[in-house]
């Protein structure tokens, strides 16, 4: 089993930057695929980007693409999401989510599950 506690949130105006970290338990994080999800008010958690086990394939959202990015450290046991150029429609509780096997954008493939950090954009 792993833990995922995850960090970084907080409120920025509109053009603005927030990195994202998620932490995990366990000696075993290099084998889990690690995804960030989010989930705004009144709407399903939607995929945001996926990392693969050494970090060298990455898979992103349409509506992020170019924007955000995502990263690991398998010695520090930490999966990041940098954000750049955030806008009012990135409001979200962000969650950070592991899994044994290949990437997927489909949250129910994900075994275990942060508790989420709150990010809003001001317009």
């Known amino acids: 089993q792993v833990q995922l506690v995850e960090s970084g949130g907080g409120l920025v105006q509109a053009g603005g930057s927030l990195r994202l970290s998620c932490a995990a338990s366990?000696?075993?994080?290099?084998?889990?695929?690690m995804g960030w999800f989010r989930q705004a008010p009144g709407k399903e958690r939607e995929f945001v980007a996926a990392?693969?086990?050494?970090?060298?394939?990455?898979y992103y959202a349409g509506s992020v693409e170019g924007r955000f990015t995502i990263s690991r450290d398998n010695a520090k046991n930490t999966v990041y999401l940098q954000m750049n150029s955030l806008k009012p429609e990135d409001t979200a509780v962000y969650y950070c989510?592991?899994?044994?096997?290949?990437?997927?954008?489909?949250?129910?493939?994900?075994?275990?599950w942060g508790q989420g950090t709150q990010v809003t954009v001001s317009s």
């Open positions: 989510a592991a899994r044994i096997a290949t990437i997927s954008r489909f949250p129910d493939d994900y075994n275990y």
């Open positions: 366990g000696r075993t994080f290099s084998s889990y695929v």
């Open positions: 990392i693969s086990l050494s970090g060298g394939n990455t």
